[in-house]
């Protein structure tokens, strides 16, 4: 565990120094046609890495980067399809909503590394006031052995009671690591503090627990 701490520290101090808000990254209501369309060509980028504390297992990073630009949304996964494996992804943001919000983002991946592939995938929420559902899923397409091929998903259940804080329920199938569950459950709390997040996950609460160091930030 304490290793898992300092890859984390390592990897986004950095970044949390570096990085500013991009105020322009989003439109927003009452905004004037020319400060939206200067929002829809402002970048938005995000690097998170998931620190993964797996019982009778090794323990692993797993790093995700993405970048969105208007409707475009680029993506690199590595240790997330599986352990030594990278993914590269393109996709389509879509939102609606302004009380009731909806966005959703298909994709399309390149798998490579221990496992090699091609991969469609989404992202998606749906977001009430201070719940909010989120889940991305995938189906990954063994070009080695059809055998081989899975499906994976993550989604979460949240509720936010302040703007910095939130907890809720996560689920998650996964072939990174082997659990005694097909689908992992387990809870979540998560804080957030300008742009960065921390957030931990335990799952498997009535087996072995898995737990999950997430940190995120974004620019």
Known sequence: MPRLFLVLAVALAPMSILAQPNEAAAPKPGDSPATAAAADRAWAFSVAAYGYIVPNDSDYL??????????LHLEARYNYEARKTASAWVGYNYSAGEQLTFEVTPMLGFVFGETAGIAP???ASLAYRRVTLYTEGEYVFDASNSADN????????????VDAFRFGLVIQRTKAYKTQFEIQRGLLAGFTARM???TTYV??????????LAVAVTF
Do not use: H, I, M
């Open 62 to 71: 797993q790093p995700t980067v993405t970048a969105d630009r208007g409707w």
């Open 121 to 123: 995938g989404y992202k």
């Open 150 to 161: 899975f499906f994976y998903t993550w989604s979460e259940l949240s509720f936010a009671p």
């Open 196 to 198: 960065l997040e921390f």
């Open 203 to 212: 799952f498997n609460l009535d087996g072995d627990p898995a737990v999950v």
